[in-house]
């Protein structure tokens, strides 16, 4: 599978919008990115799911250019909740998922 | 409705005991998963089960580890002959995904279990 790479932190303040771009130059036909968050003492809870374009739940939106090399997870008006460790991962259809590679992930630090 | 349990929340051994760490899936849920995540870093792959045969072993580290899902709902996670370098803490996940699936669904994590090895 396609490695990936974002930047290790961000910070943020309140209310604004955040964007976290990921890196998966190897993606190939049949992969797909998904997004995961983590906050402290808990297990990754996933975000969000895309193979091109755009695609938008009611956490987030995920933005895939045409050449789909990278893609960027956009969090609209953050707040301090938003503060966790955000993975950027890289799956296959119909692929035994349970070797999922995530990295060290991006630690988003929201401020008041 | 409940998610993934995993007990206990904390484990502290000595080490070269044995522990069991379990895990209690989302009630269907085919596939179920082990993780293992150390401070700072993301969750590594141990093992991965569809129902109750171990489709993918390929993360366990070595043959002091073991998982076993004898029936296709809870799992174990064992660990013989602990060291200092296996505290972390331990995440079960499980997902609907059945073999063949094209979409795979979503991992549903558990909030993991805390190893110290003393």
């Known amino acids: 599978l396609a490695k990936t790479t974002q930047p290790i932190s961000m910070d943020s303040y309140e209310g604004q919008e955040v964007n976290i771009t990921c890196s998966h130059n190897n993606i190939a036909t049949n992969d797909y990115i998904t997004w995961y968050q983590q906050f402290p003492s808990q297990g990754p809870r996933f975000i969000i799911q895309?193979?091109?374009t755009k695609v938008t739940n009611e956490v987030a939106s995920l933005f895939i250019p045409a050449d789909r090399k990278s893609s960027t997870l956009s969090l609209p008006r953050v707040s301090l909740s938003d503060t966790a460790v955000y993975y950027c991962?890289?799956?296959?259809?119909?692929?035994?998922?349970?070797?999922?590679?995530f990295g060290k992930g991006t630690k988003l630090s929201v401020k008041p | 409705g409940a998610g993934v349990s995993q007990t206990p929340s904390n484990k502290v051994t000595e080490k070269g005991k044995y522990v069991e760490l379990r895990c209690d899936p989302i009630s269907g849920h085919t596939a179920l998963y082990w993780y293992r995540q150390s401070l700072g870093q993301g969750p590594e792959f141990l093992i991965y089960?569809?129902?109750?045969?171990?489709?993918?072993d390929s993360g366990l580290p070595n043959d002091r580890f073991f998982a076993v899902r004898p029936e296709g709902s809870v799992s174990t996670l064992k660990i013989q002959r602990t060291e200092r370098g296996d505290s972390a803490v331990y995440l079960c996940?499980?997902?609907?995904?059945?073999?063949?699936?094209?979409?795979?669904?979503?991992?549903?994590f558990g909030n993991g279990t805390r190893l110290t090895v003393t």
């Open positions: 895309g193979y091109k």
């Open positions: 991962l890289v799956e296959r259809y119909g692929g035994s998922q349970g070797n999922l590679i």
């Open positions: 996940a499980s997902s609907l995904t059945s073999p063949g699936n094209t979409n795979n669904s979503p991992l549903h």
């Open positions: 089960f569809q129902g109750t045969g171990a489709a993918d």
